[in-house]
């Protein structure tokens, strides 16, 4: 997990590295590089990447024995002045110290698990990044302190994870074991549309309180949204019934705000695409005006899918071969009948004819006259699943893509 500044050097050969050891037991606790700015240089597991013009006014805020990286050629006058702290310089042009730093970040994710995304936070600056690191160095340098059952790690390990900004797979092993999860427990992502401000108020109706039992679900309030991650497995619910249950309390807060659900999942590190599901449903619920009290993603999956395809092309080009001939026909033959309208009302009750019938008040003889006419003047063969599933989402994007221009996303 710890990276030596002897190996790291070897590993930025192309850069002909030297390095100078005060203390070789410091030189092996790397676990970060960062530019070193105007920091205190005192974090034992961290590397302070300095230019070396800039070497020697660092010192002076340099614990005993910190790890440096300097990029580019120090005089002898600030080797000296470092004579203390273990060093480790590149002989390349400082103007190349962002290239630099990048290749040093890279170097060291091969080594410490979860660290891919610290390239980014040293070029950045990044302090949220930054400080999700220092919490996971902390966790390294003491993993006994890290076994708490502390209900905000478990919050911040599920956020993380539904930004795909996860840092260490096994911090968020441990941390939802202390609270008896499993990443393998099926579980369900509910999300609600309210402002930041109003999610923090519902927190106290839905946040399970830390507790010696293990909690069902955790609240994780965004920007414009509140999502609850729901722990199936603990809670011993059906999906559905949960998400119910959850919309219930929201809705005794805010009755009118839309509530999405995802599909069950038994994957928790994809809980990013499961809470897109969630978010989509929500959104795609609240666009057609669904009168329910979720939106689940499961309705909504032709949707979903349609309003992907009304991104790419109009609604029309989804029908399947046939049906502009069966369009075509019924526009220079205005006395046919509707056929058009019976086909789609034929495939919003699922190809069934009794539904169908009652929907459109015909009889069945009527009902089966105009379903072999559409079959003869369009050519299309009713009862291939293709077919269906070409008419069906096509359908679907017809609706969606009445509603508004801006469809959902």
């Known amino acids: 997990m710890f990276l030596s500044m002897d190996i790291l050097a070897s590993d930025l050969a192309?850069?002909?590295?030297?390095?100078?050891?005060?203390?070789?037991?410091?030189?092996?606790?790397?676990?970060y590089v960062t530019p070193a700015g105007s920091l205190m240089l005192d974090d034992p597991s961290a590397l302070y990447a300095i230019p070396a013009s800039q070497l020697a006014h660092c010192t002076s805020r340099a614990a005993k024995a910190t790890n440096v990286l300097c990029i580019g050629n120090p005089d002898d006058a600030s080797m000296r002045a470092c004579d203390m702290l273990n060093v480790l310089s590149l002989d390349v042009d400082e103007a190349k110290f962002?290239?630099?730093?990048?290749?040093?970040?890279?170097?060291?994710?091969?080594?410490?698990?979860?660290?891919?995304?610290?390239t980014e936070a040293a070029e950045k600056g990044d302090q949220a990044a930054m400080r999700r690191v220092t919490a996971l160095l902390q966790y390294c340098a003491d993993r006994e302190g890290a076994q708490s059952a502390d209900p905000n790690a478990l919050a911040?390990?599920?956020?993380?994870?539904?930004?795909?900004?996860?840092?260490?797979?096994?911090?968020?092993?441990?941390?939802?074991?202390?609270?008896?999860?499993?990443?393998?427990?099926?579980?369900?992502?509910?999300?609600?549309?309210?402002?930041?401000?109003?999610?923090?108020?519902?927190?106290?109706?839905?946040?399970v309180e830390a507790s010696d039992a293990s909690p069902t679900r955790v609240c994780l309030p965004q920007e414009e949204y509140l999502v609850v991650v729901m722990?199936?497995?603990?809670?011993?619910?059906?999906?559905?019934?949960?998400?119910?249950?959850?919309?219930?309390?929201?809705?005794?807060?805010?009755?009118?705000?839309?509530?999405?659900?995802?599909?069950?999942?038994?994957?928790?590190?994809?809980?990013?695409?499961?809470?897109?599901?969630?978010?989509?449903a929500l959104q795609i619920g609240s666009a057609l005006g669904v009168?329910?009290?979720?939106?689940?993603?499961?309705?909504?999956?032709?949707?979903?899918?349609?309003?992907?395809?009304?991104?790419?092309?109009?609604?029309?080009?989804?029908?399947?071969?046939?049906?502009?001939r069966l369009r075509n026909y019924e526009h220079t033959h205005p006395r046919s009948g509707s056929l058009v309208r019976f086909l789609h009302a034929y495939i919003e009750n699922d190809f069934q004819m009794k539904p169908t019938v009652a929907a459109e008040f015909c009889s069945r003889t009527t009902a089966f006259e105009k379903l072999r006419r559409i079959k003869q003047i369009s050519g299309m063969d009713l009862d291939d699943p293709n077919t269906r599933a070409a008419l069906r989402l096509a359908t679907h994007a017809i609706r969606l893509s009445k509603i508004s221009p801006s469809q959902p996303g």
Request: glycine fraction near 4%; proline fraction near 5%; charge should be negative.
């Open 14 to 31: 192309q850069f002909d590295p030297s390095v100078h050891i005060a203390d070789a037991d410091a030189s092996r606790g790397i676990r």
């Open 98 to 118: 962002d290239e630099v730093l990048k290749s040093c970040a890279e170097a060291i994710a091969w080594y410490a698990d979860g660290f891919t995304r610290l």
């Open 156 to 207: 911040e390990q599920l956020d993380l994870l539904l930004h795909r900004n996860i840092t260490s797979w096994q911090l968020l092993e441990d941390t939802i074991a202390d609270w008896g999860w499993d990443l393998l427990d099926e579980y369900l992502c509910v999300t609600v549309a309210a402002p930041d401000r109003s999610a923090r108020l519902l927190l106290p109706t839905l946040q």
């Open 231 to 280: 722990n199936l497995t603990r809670s011993s619910s059906d999906y559905r019934e949960a998400a119910t249950d959850i919309a219930a309390q929201l809705h005794k807060f805010s009755r009118d705000a839309p509530v999405g659900a995802s599909n069950p999942f038994s994957e928790l590190q994809d809980l990013y695409y499961y809470g897109q599901q969630a978010k989509s």
């Open 291 to 324: 009168d329910e009290s979720v939106s689940f993603f499961h309705d909504r999956f032709l949707d979903y899918v349609a309003l992907r395809c009304l991104e790419a092309c109009p609604p029309t080009t989804l029908f399947p071969p046939g049906y502009s």
